[in-house]
């Protein structure tokens, strides 16, 4: 058994026919589905799907199974490959409790140029919040680009003032000069 199951109403999709919502035992949206019409097939005929899934929703899938959270990326791995299945976006996080690679440790990686890439610096925007109350934000790159990082404090913008929890927040998209490798769904270090 499994906590996700389709929602019975088929909505229009954004390039495709249908789709359908995921959704979680507890009623809450976790992801959809979507497929058919006419743009949906690649240049060499093949048919084509979209399936999309929250954080709510990989924790999930992670659930649904006895395997370990590396086992069952890997087997998601694998079912993408026996189909040709490609990424279009992956957004990875990582947290970090301790506070240890926080907001200032992001600016001077950005400042030492460990973000450059093909002799270009992305540009970056701190947001800072009054009284630390939801914490502070860091963005380096573009929501457009293939690349995107926000790092922030979390454990503030979840109450706690104190909280030296931040989060990292990395979000990779294909594009015509670069595939994303399917390896990322069971090593995304």
């Known amino acids: ?6 929602c019975k109403e088929q909505r229009k999709g954004t390039f495709y026919k249908w789709r359908h919502h995921l959704i979680s035992a507890s009623g809450e949206k ?7 019409g006419p ?8 048919p084509t799907a ?17 395997s370990d959270h590396a086992e069952r990326w890997s087997q998601m791995r694998a079912k993408l490959a026996s189909v040709a299945g490609r990424l279009s976006r992956v957004d990875i996080a990582f947290d970090d409790f301790a506070g240890t690679y926080n907001l200032a440790h992001a600016v001077k990686l950005w400042q030492t ?3 450059d890439a093909r002799g270009q610096t992305p540009d970056l925007e701190s947001v800072n919040h009054a009284k630390g109350l939801k914490g502070d934000t860091i963005y380096i790159g573009s929501k457009a680009s293939e690349k995107f990082l926000r790092v922030y404090e979390k454990g503030k913008e979840q109450g706690d003032e104190t909280s030296v929890w931040v989060r990292w927040e990395a979000q990779f998209k294909a594009s015509s000069r670069k595939e994303l ?9």
């Open 1 to 6: 058994g499994t906590d996700l199951h389709l």
């Open 30 to 36: 976790v992801g959809q589905i979507e497929f058919g």
């Open 39 to 46: 743009h949906t097939m690649r240049q060499d005929g093949t």
């Open 50 to 66: 979209r399936i999309e899934l929250t954080g709510k929703g990989c924790r999930l899938y992670e659930g649904a199974a006895e």
């Open 113 to 115: 140029g460990k973000f």
């Open 181 to 189: 490798d399917l390896d990322m769904l069971c090593a995304p270090a």
